[in-house]
């Protein structure tokens, strides 16, 4: 595991260095991570997730997809009063560069005028954005930028969703380190998996002596 993970860190480190206008991970001199969300709002998922992340007392960025902000924008507005973070995850989950540019931006802006609206917030202050599944070109991340997008990635992912609990605690615990970015999901019923391993990992985060901040926090630290 120790290998895997030493290959993980130099492959981020040098995506990072390779794309520095796209956030990957943080100040790693900082003992500051950030949970990350994709997939919500969900109307079991996302309040298990919120429920838990209340009981630590910590926040957290979600990544929202548009048709779901559209059909649960009740669960958009507690996740915003809750004090997390809200970006935006595409309007239909679908890859970006398979999308037609304007046909993108139309559903990119849509999705961020759903949250705005459910939040009663202006949208210009949405600007991070993950796109789905990591999957972007260069000409992907020019025209995102030139639309007033920020393009956030991770360096922490671990594929909860297709095996036990047990060993995404191990992997999430393995690849930490400061200015972590970890990604988890709300959406298509993993809810359940998830505030379990949620509330194994985030004592031990603090035990280690890390804290929790937003995206937008992690972009600070690091300016």
């Known amino acids: ?7 993980l860190d130099q492959y981020y480190r040098a995506m990072q260095n390779r794309y520095p206008n796209i956030l990957w991970f943080g100040d790693e001199s900082r003992y500051e991570i950030v949970m990350t969300f994709d997939d919500g709002p969900h109307p079991k998922d996302t309040p ?36 997390h973070q809200l970006g935006v995850h595409g309007y239909r989950h679908r890859p970006f560069p398979l999308e037609n540019p304007a046909t993108l931006q139309t559903q990119l802006d849509r999705t961020r005028n759903a949250i705005a609206n459910a939040c009663g917030i202006s949208p210009e202050t949405i600007k991070d954005l993950r796109p789905p599944y990591g999957a972007f070109t260069l000409k992907t991340a020019a025209m995102l930028a030139a639309w007033g997008y ?16 047990s060993w995404t605690i191990e992997q999430v615990l393995d690849q930490i380190h400061p200015g972590s970015i970890i990604v ?7 809810g359940t998996k998830v505030t379990q391993i949620l509330d194994i990992i985030i004592p031990k985060f603090k035990t280690q002596g890390y804290s929790f901040v937003t995206i937008e926090q992690l972009r600070e630290r690091k300016r």
């Not at 595991?1 to 290959?7: E, H």
């Not at 990635?153 to 969703?161: A, G, Q, S, V």
């Open 1 to 7: 595991m120790k290998s895997i993970t030493t290959s």
């Open 184 to 190: 988890l999901h709300d959406g298509h019923g993993h």
């Open 150 to 165: 920020r393009l956030v990635l991770w360096n922490n992912i671990p594929p909860h969703w297709m095996q036990p609990v």
């Open 48 to 83: 298990q997730v919120l429920n838990t992340l209340a009981k630590h007392d910590i926040h957290a960025t979600f990544f929202l997809v548009g048709r779901y902000v559209e059909k649960y924008p009740n669960l958009v507005m507690q996740i915003y009063q809750s004090g």
